[in-house]
C-alpha cells in the first residue's frame, strides 16, 4: 500500500525558533509537493520538489528531497506567528499518471 | 489567470435533495481531482480525471455520487440523494500538464440537514 507519512502531526512553537517537519513516502516518486492550509482555507501551494537533492526555499520556508531516502523535509527558520498552519505533502505517483498520495497533515501553531 | 472556480461557495441543502457542485479549472490545465475534506477523514481523493477522462473513481463514496467532465473547462459532482454524513468542504483541483504543479479551489462547504 502507498503510504506517505508526516510527522510531527501537530507541532506547538514559540516564535524565533527553528523546526523541521518530515515527510516519508512508501512508493518510488520523483515528485514532491508541499500545501499550506489556513483554517476554513484552501490548500495553497508551496513548494514543488522534481528530483533527487532539490532544495527550494521561500522566506522563512525550506523544503529538500532524498529521493533515495524516500524523504522531504520542511524546514522552518526563526518562525513567526503567520506561519502557523496546516501543512501538507504529498506525491506524485508517477504509474498512476502522477495521482497525488497525501500526508496527514501537520498542524503548526507559532506562539508569540 | 483566475484560478479554479468553484461554485456555490456554500450550500445548505436538506437530507435527500440533489446538490451539484461546479468546478472550472484553469485554461490549459489537463488533470482535475475532486476531494473531500472532513475533520474526522481528512482530505480524500474522490475522483481524478485526465483528459477529461475519468482515470480513478475508487475513492467515490457509494453510487450517490457521480462527476462529469463533459469538456476540458468544466466538471460536476453531484450528491443524489445527499445525506447529512456528506457534509463536508468539497474541493476541485487543476493540475499543470506534465504534472509540475497543483492549484485548489477555493472549495464548496456542503451542509446537508
Known amino acids: 500500500e502507498l503510504k506517505v507519512e508526516q510527522n510531527p502531526l501537530f507541532l506547538s512553537m514559540q516564535e524565533g525558533k527553528n523546526y523541521t517537519i518530515y515527510c516519508n513516502y512508501s512508493?518510488?516518486?520523483?515528485?514532491l509537493y508541499w500545501y499550506r492550509q489556513d483554517p476554513g482555507k484552501s490548500l495553497e501551494s508551496l513548494f514543488v520538489?522534481?528530483?533527487n537533492g532539490a532544495v527550494k526555499q521561500e522566506g522563512r520556508l525550506m523544503a529538500s528531497l532524498d529521493t533515495k531516502a524516500r524523504l522531504s523535509t520542511l524546514h522552518i527558520t526563526a518562525a513567526v506567528h503567520d506561519l502557523s498552519a496546516t501543512y501538507f505533502c504529498?506525491?506524485?505517483?508517477?504509474?498512476?499518471?502522477?495521482?497525488?498520495?497525501w500526508g496527514a497533515g501537520t498542524k503548526l501553531i507559532i506562539k508569540p | 489567470d483566475a484560478g479554479v472556480i468553484q461554485s456555490p461557495r456554500h450550500e445548505v441543502t436538506e437530507m435527500g435533495q440533489e446538490v451539484t457542485l461546479r468546478c472550472k479549472p484553469i485554461?490549459?490545465?489537463?488533470?482535475l481531482f475532486w476531494y473531500r475534506q472532513t475533520m474526522m477523514r481528512g482530505l480524500e481523493l474522490l475522483i481524478y480525471?485526465?483528459?477529461?477522462?475519468?482515470?480513478?473513481d475508487s475513492g467515490m463514496p457509494e453510487d450517490r455520487f457521480s462527476a462529469k467532465m463533459p469538456n476540458a473547462s468544466f466538471s460536476t459532482l453531484k450528491i443524489q440523494p445527499s445525506e447529512p454524513r456528506d457534509s463536508a468542504v468539497y474541493f476541485c483541483?487543476?493540475?499543470?500538464?506534465?504534472?509540475?504543479?497543483?492549484?485548489f479551489g477555493s472549495g464548496t462547504r456542503l451542509t446537508v440537514v
Open positions: 504529498a506525491v506524485g505517483v508517477q504509474d498512476s499518471n502522477y495521482q497525488l498520495i
Open positions: 520538489l522534481l528530483s
Open positions: 485554461s490549459g490545465h489537463n488533470s
Open positions: 512508493t518510488t516518486s520523483d515528485r
Open positions: 480525471f485526465n483528459n477529461n477522462v475519468p482515470i480513478d
Open positions: 483541483a487543476s493540475g499543470s500538464p506534465g504534472h509540475l504543479g497543483y492549484t
